[in-house]
């Protein structure tokens, strides 16, 4: 356990979900005009919409950290520890949301701890795919993404973009639940494959 905390750096995670935590409090319901390619010129897009992504990049880059050599000889133990620091780190993002939309009387940061949940599940399905560098530029990508083609010329959000939907939306709560329950499942399986073809 000690050892497994040292290799995967989690003092690094700290740091990514209090930037997290910052700049969901900094936010709030500010929004910026950037351009999208479903109405003409530039739209309001929430700037909350960005804040899990360094909270995101540092769980990958934690799990990316250690030796796949020496994780080999107690893969399932690694798995399971990193989990539990995965489904931890969903915990604390729920909870900063809510307590930012308390703290700041904005709504929409509720939607933050649900879509930290959607991305790390979108960073982890590439990652098993194909590596951690990988995971976290498909995280960024689908943000950029959504603020381009998102929402339709009435800036309503479409039910894929997930992070783009209401705080309370049923679909977007239960996409993000089971993209970070996927996310979290194929992370043991990755570790079963790599300590096979060892």
Same mark, same amino acid.
Request: proline share 8%; aromatic share 4%; hydrophobic share 50%.
């Given at each position: 356990m000690t050892l497994w905390l040292k290799a995967r750096r989690i003092p690094l995670l700290a740091v990514g979900l209090a930037l997290?935590? *910052?700049?969901? %409090?900094?936010?709030?319901?500010?929004?910026?005009?950037?351009?999208?390619?479903?109405?003409?010129?530039?739209?309001?897009?929430?700037?909350?919409?960005?804040?899990?992504?360094?909270?995101?990049?540092?769980? %990958?880059?934690?799990?990316?950290? *250690?030796?796949? *050599?020496?994780? *080999?000889?107690?893969?399932?133990?690694?798995?399971?520890y990193d989990q539990v620091v995965i489904v931890l780190s969903g915990v604390v993002a729920l909870t900063i949301g809510y307590g930012t939309a308390v703290l700041r009387s904005a709504p929409v940061a509720e939607a933050a701890g649900r879509n930290m949940l959607f991305l790390t599940g979108i960073m982890l399905c590439a990652r098993w795919l194909w590596d951690g560098r990988i995971g976290v530029l498909a995280g960024i990508a689908w943000v950029i993404m959504v603020t381009l083609i998102g929402f339709n010329a009435r800036r309503e959000p479409y039910t894929w973009a997930v992070i783009g939907l209401p705080p309370h939306d049923i679909a977007g709560m239960a996409l993000s639940l089971t993209c970070f329950t996927l996310g979290a499942l194929l992370l043991a399986s990755r570790k079963k494959s790599k300590t096979v073809s060892g």
């Open positions: 997290y935590a *910052g700049v969901a %409090i900094a936010a709030g319901s500010l929004t910026a005009n950037l351009p999208t390619l479903t109405s003409s010129g530039a739209a309001g897009v929430p700037l909350m919409l960005f804040a899990p992504l360094p909270a995101c990049a540092a769980l %990958i880059f934690c799990l990316e950290s *250690g030796s796949p *050599g020496a994780e *080999g000889t107690a893969s399932r133990r690694v798995a399971r």
